[in-house]
């Protein structure tokens, strides 16, 4: 059994690639779609979306596989639980990425994505309602070209800056239909090309994307325990979590980013109760969101027919702040690798029991 931890992750690792869940949610067109429905909804035609995704998969397969590895693997001890738990998370992503489009696909989706009714869902909440009244905000032309690559203050300048002096495995790559403004991936960070920020906006980006994902990513791959690298099952939900507290203590959670990410929450709690996309943007409307970001934020929380990952922000902000309020050493694990708060006490048993072994031998 000495090397069926390796085998397992790696069979996680390429299991993940396959699934690419958010990238098959991503429609294709996605910033014509977005010019074309704003200027009518300027023009008072409320108009849905003409959705276009890649074709869809057959993922069967590897499900089984997710399935037997999870159930195979799950009583055992050590690192087995945790791997076990990322198996089933990957294989209700594999199921999502074989209905992307389909009819009531967003019930399907609050399986991987679930609104949280404990104490962090409320905390998120709360913050919501109070964030995401718009308090006016910049103009859309004002600010730098994302991918002006002859501004030293542009994002992508600032990005690779930062990618060069941390001296990450990471390229910074431009896609025009990219539906976030950054994204990471694996040795990958994607930028939204033509979007205009100011100066503080992309220095907010690159400390999320840098900082938040990829220094963990390439951390992980230096950890002796593979579990870094694949990741826990709800760690991604939590990195965003820490990333956002990483923008909060740089002082980067302004008002614009505050209302941003209510609004986003709001609208994904929309989408979980079963709002369609008209209903979803006069939802932001009514909190005096511009047309512009309403039909953004909405074509975000609706991509893939309703995947509103979105909720998972906020409720992963205010379930690491206070873990790391009662424990401050956890964070030392998240900084690691794309690790979930709930995972943190089984870790610290596994590398203990590691230490303890290495003294025994000595």
Same mark, same amino acid.
């Given at each position: 059994?000495?090397?069926?931890?390796?085998?397992?992750?790696?069979?996680?690792?390429?299991?993940?690639?396959?699934?690419?869940?958010?990238?098959?949610?991503?429609?294709?067109?996605?910033?014509?779609?977005?010019?074309?429905?704003?200027?009518?909804?300027?023009?008072?035609?409320?108009?849905?979306?003409?959705?276009?995704?890649?074709?869809?998969?057959?993922?069967?397969?590897?499900?089984?596989?997710?399935?037997?590895?999870?159930?195979?693997? &799950?009583?055992?001890?050590?690192? #087995?639980?945790?791997?076990?738990?990322?198996?089933?998370?990957?294989?209700?992503? !594999?199921?999502?990425?074989?209905?992307?489009?389909?009819?009531? #696909?967003?019930?399907?989706?609050?399986?991987?994505?679930?609104?949280?009714?404990?104490?962090?869902?409320?905390?998120?909440?709360?913050?919501?309602?109070?964030?995401?009244?718009?308090?006016?905000?910049?103009?859309?032309?004002?600010?730098?070209?994302?991918?002006?690559?002859?501004?030293?203050?542009?994002?992508?300048?600032?990005?690779?800056?930062?990618?060069?002096?941390? *001296?990450?495995?990471?390229?910074?790559?431009? *896609?025009?239909?990219?539906?976030?403004?950054?994204?990471?991936?694996?040795?990958?960070?994607?930028?939204?090309?033509?979007?205009?920020?100011?100066?503080?906006?992309?220095?907010?980006?690159?400390?999320? &994307?840098?900082?938040?994902?990829?220094?963990?990513?390439?951390?992980?791959?230096?950890?002796?325990?593979?579990? #870094?690298?694949?990741?826990?099952?709800?760690?991604?939900?939590?990195?965003?979590?820490?990333?956002?507290?990483?923008?909060?203590?740089?002082?980067?959670?302004?008002?614009?980013?505050?209302?941003?990410?209510?609004?986003?929450?709001?609208? !994904?709690?929309?989408?979980?109760?079963?709002?369609?996309?008209?209903?979803?943007?006069?939802?932001?409307?009514?909190?005096?969101?511009?047309?512009?970001?309403?039909?953004?934020?909405?074509?975000?929380?609706?991509?893939?027919?309703?995947?509103?990952?979105?909720?998972?922000?906020?409720?992963?902000?205010?379930?690491?702040?206070?873990? #790391?309020?009662?424990?401050? !050493?956890?964070?030392?694990?998240?900084?690691?690798?794309?690790?979930?708060?709930? !995972?943190?006490?089984?870790?610290?048993?596994?590398?203990?029991?590691?230490?303890?072994?290495?003294?025994?031998?000595?």
């Amino acid at each position: 059994m000495s090397r069926e931890p390796l085998t397992i992750e790696r069979g996680l690792a390429r299991a993940e690639r396959s699934i690419a869940l958010i990238e098959r949610c991503r429609p294709l067109g996605a910033r014509t779609e977005c010019a074309r429905l704003a200027e009518a909804w300027k023009r008072g035609q409320e108009l849905d979306p003409a959705w276009s995704f890649a074709p869809l998969v057959d993922l069967r397969g590897l499900r089984a596989s997710l399935e037997a590895i999870a159930t195979r693997t &799950e009583k055992w001890e050590g690192v #087995f639980p945790l791997l076990a738990a990322r198996a089933r998370e990957l294989a209700i992503e !594999a199921e999502l990425a074989e209905q992307i489009g389909a009819h009531r #696909f967003e019930v399907h989706a609050a399986r991987r994505f679930p609104v949280d009714a404990g104490v962090d869902g409320d905390q998120a909440l709360s913050w919501a309602r109070q964030w995401a009244w718009d308090r006016g905000g910049r103009d859309a032309g004002d600010g730098i070209a994302s991918d002006d690559e002859s501004n030293t203050q542009s994002l992508i300048s600032l990005m690779r800056q930062a990618v060069g002096e941390r *001296r990450l495995p990471f390229r910074v790559v431009v *896609r025009p239909d990219l539906v976030s403004l950054a994204a990471t991936g694996d040795g990958v960070i994607v930028l939204r090309s033509g979007a205009r920020l100011l100066g503080s906006e992309s220095e907010r980006i690159v400390r999320h &994307e840098v900082d938040g994902h990829a220094m963990p990513r390439a951390r992980a791959k230096r950890e002796r325990l593979g579990i #870094f690298a694949v990741g826990t099952a709800v760690g991604s939900d939590d990195e965003e979590g820490r990333a956002l507290l990483i923008e909060q203590r740089a002082g980067c959670l302004g008002t614009e980013r505050r209302a941003e990410l209510g609004q986003r929450h709001l609208a !994904a709690l929309a989408v979980k109760r079963g709002a369609n996309f008209v209903e979803t943007v006069r939802l932001l409307r009514r909190l005096g969101t511009a047309i512009d970001p309403a039909i953004a934020i909405s074509m975000r929380v609706h991509r893939g027919g309703g995947l509103a990952r979105e909720i998972v922000y906020l409720t992963a902000l205010a379930r690491v702040t206070r873990h #790391f309020a009662a424990d401050p !050493a956890a964070e030392d694990l998240l900084e690691r690798g794309r690790i979930a708060v709930a !995972a943190v006490p089984l870790l610290r048993e596994i590398e203990l029991a590691h230490a303890a072994s290495l003294t025994a031998a000595e």
